[in-house]
């Protein structure tokens, strides 16, 4: 049977095209109201010791990465653990009708809105006040803290005790919680492993609202789930971190190179054995004028007339930076381990700077830079950074495709590179990293001119990470990232490669409706409309 297409007046049909289209639009109101009915109100009903905010949620739509925004529902402010528990536990108990996830923000240093909830809750961790901060002495010091503490307070508070972590990252306004859902690395990695290796015990809200108490002996799965897991599991509400003896003053030194096969060899030799040194890092300079002269501001010269005649112009060059940490009563000894350990190395005779500082103001060092960069009001730009974790038997390709060839210079923001021990990592949490005894970080912090369309603008800067990410992948080169960032699962199920499969049952165990962090775009909430 063939049907014939009615044809109607042209007014005719515009009116109906009109009249089905409200008719249309009314119905999804209403199905909508039904699958999500007045959520603001029922978040409102919750019996909390803090409170929500649901009018000023624009800053945590921003994050330090200055490149993704997305606006919440409402903003938490927690003033106890019982608060977060219960709203995660609501929206677990709304189910799939509901479109409601949860982010846990803490100093909102997330690099592409890992932190942020599109029309979802996030969690202000850093109003939680409970559980208060306490050092325990003894011969296996260690520190209870909350999720959202600040590594700075935590340093701050263990040394009246004459403690502090053992594992650090190079800047410390960034909360616990953050830190332990991705790894935690600095220049100490090499000894103490990151700092998800340094946690004894943690206090998670999964993604069903149960709160759960964790460690390597009691709920074993979740303590390695959550660990590195990306915020996957759980939401970290407190965390309890292995302390040793702090000391009170560092030998901070830096040398250069000019051959990355003998800044390499160096480096692998120092974080090899029982090494005189404390922190291990390294970075690349590429381009740069008056470099020595820089370093001055901070550093002394041990031979300042043949620094004074060293041209670092239009030359790559490879700096490795080492700190020794010791007490006043140490420093002859200190001096003498020092100078046996350097005269093992191949670095530039010239190039020798040493400085000595407090063990905080090392430790803080990069505040300081924050500090200046924001009174020039270049802190709150685009930050584009990509951080890779290469295999050793990689990295010298890598060095010779990228450093003065994909990368002409580093005006536009430091570029760290140094390796560490794979028998310091455990391989039962949910973090990815080479399969290699030694590997190393390489990171491009770079910092972008907003508006900028030169070497400086974001346009450029994420240009010349595609390519480097390009010639990894062809090159299979084993690269994997830090702080990863991608946009489909399929990315994601090759980035965790075999313990893919693992990852998606302890999702499925521990936050089946996949409510939190969906900022990392892991995995997707499922919404069911009612019919």
């Known amino acids: 049977m063939r049907y014939t297409l009615v044809s109607f007046p042209r007014q005719k049909n515009m009116l109906f095209l009109r009249s089905f289209m409200i008719l249309f639009l009314s119905c999804i109101t209403i199905k909508i109201n039904l699958c999500f009915p007045s959520t603001p109100s029922s978040l409102k009903t919750l019996a909390i010791d803090g409170h929500f905010n649901f009018e000023d949620v624009h800053h945590a739509a921003k994050d330090f990465g200055n490149r993704y925004s997305f606006l919440p529902l409402a903003v938490l402010h927690p003033k106890s653990v019982s608060d977060i528990a219960t709203t995660v536990?609501?929206?677990?108990?709304?189910?799939?009708?509901?479109?409601?996830?949860?982010?846990?923000?803490?100093?909102?240093?997330?690099?592409?809105?890992?932190?942020?909830?599109?029309?979802?809750?996030?969690?202000?961790?850093?109003?939680?006040?409970?559980?208060?901060?306490?050092?325990?002495?003894?011969?296996?010091?260690?520190?209870?803290?909350?999720?959202?503490?600040?590594?700075?307070?935590?340093?701050?508070?263990?040394?009246?005790?004459?403690?502090?972590?053992?594992?650090?990252?190079?800047?410390?306004?960034?909360?616990?919680?953050?830190?332990?859902?991705?790894?935690?690395?600095?220049?100490?990695a090499f000894r103490h492993g990151p700092q998800i290796s340094n946690v004894h015990q943690l206090e998670v809200v999964t993604g069903?609202?149960?709160?759960?108490?964790?460690?390597?002996?009691?709920?074993?799965?979740?303590?390695?789930?959550?660990?590195?897991g990306l915020g996957q599991f759980g939401i970290i509400t407190r965390a309890?971190?292995?302390?040793?003896?702090?000391?009170?003053?560092?030998?901070?030194?830096?040398?250069?190179?000019?051959?990355?096969?003998?800044?390499?060899?160096?480096?692998?030799?120092?974080?090899?054995?029982?090494?005189?040194?404390?922190?291990?890092?390294?970075?690349?300079?590429?381009?740069?004028?008056?470099?020595?002269?820089?370093?001055?501001?901070?550093?002394?010269?041990?031979?300042?007339?043949?620094?004074?005649?060293?041209?670092?112009?239009?030359?790559?060059?490879?700096?490795?930076?080492?700190?020794?940490?010791?007490?006043?009563?140490?420093?002859?000894?200190?001096?003498?381990?020092?100078?046996?350990?350097?005269?093992?190395?191949?670095?530039?005779?010239?190039?020798?700077?040493?400085?000595?500082?407090?063990?905080?103001?090392?430790?803080?060092?990069?505040?300081?830079?924050?500090?200046?960069?924001?009174?020039?009001?270049?802190w709150e730009v685009p930050h584009p950074w990509l951080n890779l974790l290469i295999p050793r038997s990689k990295i010298h390709s890598f060095a010779q495709q990228v450093f003065g060839k994909i990368l002409t210079d580093t005006s536009n923001g430091p570029i760290l590179i140094y390796p560490v021990n794979k028998s310091k990592w455990d391989n039962r949490t949910s973090v990815v990293i080479p399969q290699e005894d030694v590997f190393y970080?390489?990171?491009?912090?770079?910092?972008?001119?907003?508006?900028?369309?030169?070497?400086?603008?974001?346009?450029?800067?994420?240009?010349?990470?595609?390519?480097?990410?390009?010639?990894?992948?062809?090159?299979?080169?084993?690269?994997?990232?830090?702080?990863?960032?991608?946009?489909t699962q399929r990315e994601w199920q090759a980035h965790f490669g075999p313990q893919w499969e693992v990852f998606v049952q302890r999702k499925s165990s521990y936050d089946p409706l996949a409510i939190l962090a969906p900022g990392q775009r892991i995995f997707q909430k499922p919404i069911a409309y009612s019919r």
């Open 240 to 378: 309890r971190i292995s302390l040793e003896p702090a000391p009170e003053m560092v030998k901070w030194i830096r040398v250069l190179y000019t051959d990355f096969a003998t800044f390499a060899r160096d480096q692998e030799k120092l974080i090899s054995g029982e090494s005189t040194f404390d922190y291990i890092e390294g970075f690349v300079i590429i381009n740069r004028t008056g470099l020595l002269n820089n370093w001055r501001s901070s550093f002394n010269p041990q031979d300042p007339v043949q620094a004074s005649q060293f041209k670092s112009d239009g030359r790559t060059l490879f700096c490795l930076e080492l700190a020794k940490y010791f007490n006043s009563e140490e420093t002859a000894v200190i001096n003498q381990d020092i100078k046996r350990s350097l005269s093992q190395l191949n670095h530039i005779p010239s190039t020798l700077f040493v400085s000595e500082v407090p063990y905080i103001e090392f430790l803080d060092r990069v505040h300081i830079s924050e500090i200046k960069l924001r009174s020039k009001g270049l």
């Open 89 to 188: 536990r609501h929206i677990w108990q709304m189910g799939p009708r509901s479109e409601l996830t949860v982010a846990a923000r803490g100093h909102g240093h997330s690099l592409q809105g890992q932190a942020q909830a599109h029309r979802g809750v996030v969690i202000n961790m850093e109003s939680l006040q409970a559980p208060k901060m306490q050092v325990h002495t003894g011969n296996f010091p260690y520190v209870d803290v909350s999720g959202g503490e600040l590594w700075i307070n935590i340093l701050r508070e263990s040394l009246k005790h004459g403690l502090a972590p053992k594992s650090w990252t190079d800047y410390l306004h960034l909360t616990v919680g953050g830190t332990l859902s991705n790894a935690g690395i600095s220049g100490q």
């Open 441 to 487: 970080l390489v990171a491009f912090l770079s910092s972008a001119v907003p508006s900028s369309t030169g070497s400086d603008g974001l346009d450029h800067i994420l240009i010349q990470n595609k390519r480097m990410l390009e010639l990894c992948e062809i090159a299979s080169l084993g690269v994997k990232q830090y702080l990863p960032h991608y946009s």
């Open 208 to 228: 069903k609202g149960e709160l759960i108490n964790c460690s390597e002996k009691q709920n074993s799965d979740l303590f390695y789930s959550v660990l590195g």
